[in-house]
Every structure is written in structure tokens, then in C-alpha cells.
């Protein structure tokens, strides 16, 4: 049996021109209307060029394929996703307690108020579940949350930051997956992100001085 030749889903070309740069700009929010009502399984480079009013050999010119565009999609949520929680847990004129609850908070809401295309942007996981930019962007992010664990618990040893700090970085990350999947009200998530940075802080304090 022949190899499968690999999947191409990164953009072919970086535009360069303010006029390339807008067009970029308007398929990738098209793509979000696409995907917010239509969902990953229905999403087409053709619906994606009608909705941006551009025709479908202009979208080619900077995206090979549907799942190029997802890929980028993607890729700057999780870019939001990163600065959202340096901006917030390397702010040190916060405690370090107050820092964590509220990155949990606008975290939840961020996932709450884009759900409908995180939501098919998970039916698309597949097309970059395994790629080098997905292990980049966890590895990333639990950079993040590790140099925050080595300030705010400077006398705990370093095994126990870093378990602490993927226990956050995954419980954070499981729960915004379901705020995605499910209906839920904001004071429903604001209430739900109290009761999990409690929790995270609780268990911060449990580490701290056991």
C-alpha cells in the first residue's frame, strides 16, 4: 500500500501588503461565521471565499486547503489563549492568589463567549492534534503557568511546581471544554470559575505548608 501523502495545513504564503493583510483578514472572519453556523464537518473553502466575497482562487493564493484555514483559526486562539495568561499571571502588582482566580475567570469567559467555534474547531482536532504546534502551544503555556508557581511558591520543590502547575493548566482546560459544549449562562461560568480558583487556591495553600 502506497504512503499517504501528509496533510498541508499550514498557510502557503505570509501576506506582505496591507491589501493582503486585509484580504487574510476577511477570509479568516468569514471563516468564523462558517464555522459558527455551519460546524467543521460542513466547512468548504467555497463557502469560506462566498461569505468573504472573494473568489475561492484568491483564498488559495494564502490557504491550500479547508483545513489550512482551521489550522490558523487555531492557532491564534491558542496564541490568544497564551497571552491571555502571561498578561494576567505575571502581573506582580497582584497577589499571587488573586492573579490565579482571575485568570480562571476570564479564561471561562472567553471559552463561553466564543463557544459555538471552539465547539467546530474541536471537530477539527484531527487535523492538528499531533502536529509540532499543538505540543509547542501546551508546552508553552505550561511555561507560563510554571514561572507563576515559581513565584508565588518559591520554598516548594520543583517537581511539586511543575505537578501543580499541569494539574491547573489541565483542570483549566477540561472544564473550558465543557463551558464550550454546554449552555450555560455567564453568571453560570462566573460562579463556576469562584468555586474553581478556590479550588486551586486551596490546594496551592495545601502544598505550601503541609
Partial sequence: MKNQKPLVISARKRPSQDRSRCLVDDILEAAIRVLASDGARRFTTARV???????????YQYFPNKEAILFRLQADEWQETREL?????????????????????A???????????????????????????AHENWKACIRCVLAFMNEALPQVPTEDRAFAADV???VMSAVGERISEQVRSESEVAAMAVAIGKMFCAYLEGIKTP
Fill in 107 to 133: 479564561f471561562f469567559l472567553a471559552e463561553l463567549q466564543e463557544a459555538e467555534v471552539r465547539t467546530a474547531l474541536d471537530d477539527a482536532t484531527p487535523f492538528y492534534r499531533d502536529t509540532t504546534e
Fill in 49 to 59: 471565499a462566498e461569505k468573504a466575497g472573494v473568489s475561492v482562487g484568491s483564498l
Fill in 168 to 170: 491547573v493548566m489541565t
Fill in 85 to 105: 495568561l502571561e498578561r494576567i499571571l505575571a502581573d506582580s502588582t497582584r497577589p499571587p492568589f488573586e492573579r490565579l482566580r482571575g485568570v480562571v475567570h
